[in-house]
């Protein structure tokens, strides 16, 4: 996925009300940029921290600016965009170069399931069972060289993952896919410290059959591309 926009880099002095980001840019301008990130960013919002942010003249946006990565020491790079993964995966999966998810013939995105929920992609081909995937961005990292998700407490999150057990449960495949936005983890697991409820329904969706995969992604100031597959670590 190539960034619309080239991005430019830029000194973040705070994050607030969620989505809203004051930054100064090279030239000395403060600005304020919108974050398609609802979550916590925890250790990624630290004032003084070096960003990348995506301009746009869009006559109906309010901000012209977005923050879309965060750089860290050694050129590593964080993407904050939660929207990223689905895209970046979308483009993966009707490419068949997701390993453990080809050989389907539709991938479908936003399909409606279970109660009032939405599987982020429905991978079907007659004459197997349909296999649904769910997919969240892996931001947090707070050992070197491992991801950890989530970075907040998430209901949403932990109702994903029953909604998973139960389509693994009537027959379907049923994946809990995490997709690591960040260069510099080499390795994933779940962060039971911060919400020991979505670590609970996890541990129940794999007994009921959920499978894991971890992907990387390849991420620079120009795009953001799926990477290698990383091993899971259960947590301890």
Request: with cysteine.
């Amino acid at each position: 996925m190539h960034f619309v926009t080239p991005l430019i880099p830029a000194t973040l002095l705070r994050r607030y009300k969620r989505f809203l980001a004051d930054c100064r840019l090279e030239d000395g301008r403060e600005i304020t940029a919108h974050i398609a990130n609802p979550g916590s960013m925890l250790g990624l919002k630290d004032d003084g921290q070096k960003i990348w942010l995506e301009p746009n003249d869009d006559p109906k946006r309010k901000l012209k600016y977005a923050w879309r990565l965060v750089e860290h020491p050694g050129g590593h790079f964080t993407g904050v965009d939660t929207a990223v993964p689905n895209r970046v995966l979308k483009a993966a999966l009707m490419a068949g170069e997701v390993a453990g998810l080809t050989g389907y013939d539709l991938v479908r995105p936003e399909v409606k399931y279970g109660e009032n929920s939405r599987i982020d992609f429905l991978l079907t081909k007659a004459g197997q069972p349909d296999c649904y995937v769910e997919v969240k961005s892996v931001t947090l990292s707070r050992q070197e060289g491992l991801g950890e998700f989530p970075d907040s407490v998430t209901a949403r999150g932990t109702k994903h993952l029953g909604e998973l057990a139960k389509m693994a449960q009537d027959g379907h495949r049923a994946v809990m896919l995490y997709l690591v936005q960040r260069t510099d983890c080499s390795r994933v697991t779940l962060a039971t410290d911060i919400d020991p409820t979505y670590a609970a329904a996890f541990a129940s969706a794999r007994s009921a059959g959920v499978e894991v995969l971890c992907y990387c992604c390849d991420i620079t100031p120009e795009e953001i591309t799926l990477g290698c597959a990383l091993p899971f670590h259960d947590p301890e």
